[in-house]
T-cell receptor, first 114, second 118 residues
Framework: AQTVTQSQPEMSVQEAETVTLSCTYD???????LFWYKQPPSRQMILVIR????KQQNATENRFSVNFQKAAKSFSLKISDSQLGDTAMYFC???????????WGAGTKLIIKP | GAVVSQHPSRVICKSGTSVKIECRSL??????MFWYRQFPKQSLMLMAT?????????EQGVEKDKFLINHASLTLSTLTVTSAHPEDSSFYIC??????????????FGPGTRLLVL
């Protein structure tokens, strides 16, 4: 069975700093997708970034980028020039391409301090 | 803009009544929708997978007679909490599987429904 592990329950950084959130996963599948979702206090789940396992190039979306290490089964999220609006819970998730269900990590609470 | 809507956003009901929550995909057809429950400070717990035109698939431990799911069209799935009790109070979130802007399959989430059963 697939599992997703986020080892950092909470992180706190100053505004404008760079922060990296860790995520590891376990699977025997060869084709899958990985996601980072953000859940701010409003509780709306927002897609931050996604990565297809067959792509070697790391995904980037403006200030957000990932370090995808397939052999190590690691999928970390880097937030550059952090902003107050980045304060939220961040969830790492794994999706099989067979049933499209998401397997979730426990989440990391990120606090950006002014 | 939002790609999945969910209604109502908040509902308070008396114990023993039934509550229906609607989940709609906007601007795309979703053959598969998912229903989750989220407890405070926890991750999402998948309750069931809803496929258009067929019966929902429930996760282990979720009572299908209590949480009725209907996926009557490619843009609408409903979750009905029947004979609600205080322990059903929670935050319910739906998602729709879609492929937008030529990207990979992704789940897009509704804003959630906060249910309080008195």
């Amino acid at each position: 069975a697939q599992t997703v592990t986020q080892s950092q329950p909470e992180m706190s950084v100053q505004e404008a700093e760079t922060v990296t959130l860790s995520c590891t996963y376990d699977t025997s599948e060869s084709n899958y997708y990985l996601f980072w979702y953000k859940q701010p206090p409003s509780r709306q789940m927002i897609l931050v970034i996604r990565q297809e396992a067959y792509k070697q190039q790391n995904a980037t979306e403006n200030r957000f980028s990932v370090n995808f290490q397939k052999a190590a089964k690691s999928f970390s999220l880097k937030i550059s020039d952090s902003q107050l609006g980045d304060t939220a819970m961040y969830f790492c998730a794994f999706m099989r391409d067979s049933n499209y269900q998401l397997i979730w990590g426990a989440g990391t609470k990120l606090i950006i301090k002014p | 803009g939002a790609v999945v809507s969910q209604h109502p956003s908040r509902v308070i009901c008396k114990s023993g009544t039934s509550v229906k929550i609607e989940c709609r995909s906007l601007d795309f057809q979703a053959t598969t929708m998912f229903w989750y429950r989220q407890f405070p400070k926890q991750s999402l717990m998948l309750m069931a997978t809803s496929n258009e035109g067929s019966k929902a698939t429930y996760e282990q431990g979720v009572e299908k007679d209590k949480f009725l799911i209907n996926h009557a069209s490619l843009t609408l799935s409903t979750l009905t909490v029947t004979s609600a009790h205080p322990e059903d109070s929670s935050f319910y979130i739906c998602s729709a599987r879609g492929r937008l802007a030529g990207g990979p399959e992704t789940q897009y989430f509704g804003p959630g429904t906060r249910l309080l059963v008195l």
